[in-house]
């Protein structure tokens, strides 16, 4: 079964920085490609970065510069480092894994990220 573990946000102020784990069990993590997303309040949830098993990565195009995502295999686990936060990223943030041969994704329970003064 496969279980993702969102852990690494929390409240923090305009201008700092935070970096989101995602630690996966119950799958060949090396092989899927791995996202976050995030839903703000009253919002749809979006695509904020995604990185494939070869280790290409993309982001949201408002994020670029910003946000950077990576992955240990070893660990199975991805990161989603967030530099200089805005209020606007306050979000919840999930953690997705995808594996495009299947078409089948799995999602943790997110993690709470407010940026706030």
């Known amino acids: 079964q496969v279980q993702l573990a969102e852990s690494g946000g929390g409240l923090v102020q305009p201008g700092e920085s935070l970096r989101l784990s995602c630690a996966a069990s119950?799958?060949?993590?090396?092989?899927?490609?791995m996202r976050w997303y995030r839903q703000a309040p009253g919002k749809q949830r979006e695509l904020v970065a995604v990185?494939?098993?070869?280790?290409?990565?993309n982001y949201a195009d408002s994020l670029k510069g910003r946000f950077t995502i990576s992955r240990d295999n070893a660990k199975n686990t991805v990161y989603l480092q967030m530099n200089s936060l805005k209020p606007e990223d306050t979000a919840v943030y999930y953690c997705?894994?995808?594996?495009?041969?299947?078409?089948?994704?799995?999602w943790g329970q997110g993690t709470q990220v407010t940026v706030s003064s």
């Open positions: 119950g799958i060949i993590f090396s092989i899927y490609a």
């Open positions: 990185i494939t098993s070869a280790g290409t990565t």
């Open positions: 997705n894994a995808y594996l495009p041969i299947t078409n089948s994704d799995s």
